[in-house]
């Protein structure tokens, strides 16, 4: 009699869970983060072209939807349902490896992206970043474009002044050379705090990103979205499988 109750039980539990996992998934989706492709002398922000590959067959063979990051978080900000194990792909500083290696490959998966631009490197022709012209080739394909202030700024280091300044620069090259102001930005390096998120506020974007990981639903704070990273070391098969499939704890307050 004992282990009938316990299996029964069992079955009610995992009966229960698995509807709560249902419609959770509705409701939520992942942001994937990535720097550079196939530069492999910079393994802490680089992922290996055959880790790229093996990430693209598993997002287009392995039951997920990946859709436009701007997509994404509209949805969520609406309360409008999501696919079940919706992703999204973000890359970002600038660097010419996104056109060369990441873009080809995407383009040919179908898979949508969006870049996080750093505009001084791309406007000093910096080696080793992109060039407006593929930017704008990139984005009348469909990418989407972000904001990333202006020289790659570690804004918790510099006082508002010049984190204000590096938005409004890196929003006016944006506009500029590509026809619309940015509604997307990502803060460098991931890290902000009070004075830099009040900064970021008052330029209005419409959603804010981190570098925090985790997955994202309805009680995601809007202005500070977390992202899985991938690189070299924390780029594997598994691990993708594994963040993919998170889901958002929903957490309305915390200390």
Same mark, same amino acid.
């Given at each position: ?16 869970? #698995? ?7 509705? &409701? ?28 693209? *067959?598993?997002?287009?063979? #392995? ?6 990051? @701007? &997509? ?19 890359? @970002? ?6 056109? !060369? ?12 992206? !969006? ?10 022709? =910096?080696?080793?970043?992109? !060039?407006? @012209? ?6 009348? +394909? ?22 204000? &300044?590096?938005? =409004?620069?890196?929003? *006016? ?5 590509? %026809?619309?102001?940015? $509604? ?16 970021? &506020?008052?330029? #209005? ?9 985790? +997955?994202? %639903?309805?009680? $995601? ?35």
């Amino acid at each position: 009699m004992r282990k009938l109750i316990t299996a029964l039980f069992l079955s009610l539990y995992l009966g229960v869970a #698995g509807l709560s996992t249902v419609a959770a998934a509705a &409701d939520s989706a992942v942001i994937l983060m990535y720097h550079r492709f196939g530069e492999e002398a910079y393994p802490s922000t680089n992922i290996k072209l055959d880790q790229l590959e093996a990430h693209i *067959k598993e997002l287009t063979g #392995g039951g997920y939807t990946v859709l436009p990051v @701007d &997509d994404i978080m509209t949805r969520i900000r609406d309360g409008k349902a999501l696919p079940d194990r919706a992703v999204g792909i973000s890359i @970002d500083d600038g660097y010419r490896s996104i056109y !060369t290696e990441a873009w080809p490959r995407f383009r040919k998966a179908g898979l949508p992206f !969006t870049i996080f631009i750093s505009t001084d490197p791309i406007d000093r022709g =910096t080696d080793g970043h992109l !060039t407006w @012209d593929q930017i704008r080739e990139m984005q009348k +394909a469909g990418a989407g474009i972000g904001a990333h202030t202006g020289s790659h700024l570690h804004m918790v280091r510099a006082d508002a002044d010049r984190n204000r &300044d590096e938005i =409004t620069r890196s929003n *006016k090259r944006l506009t500029e050379e590509l %026809g619309k102001a940015p $509604t997307l930005f990502a803060y460098p390096y991931g890290e902000t705090g009070l004075d830099v998120k009040k900064v970021v &506020d008052q330029a #209005g974007y419409a959603f804010v990103f981190g570098q925090h990981s985790g +997955a994202i %639903g309805p009680l $995601t704070d809007l202005t500070y979205i977390p992202r899985f990273a991938l690189n070299e070391n924390f780029g594997g098969l598994d691990r993708l499988k594994l963040v993919i499939n998170a889901l958002p704890l929903p957490t309305k307050d915390f200390t």
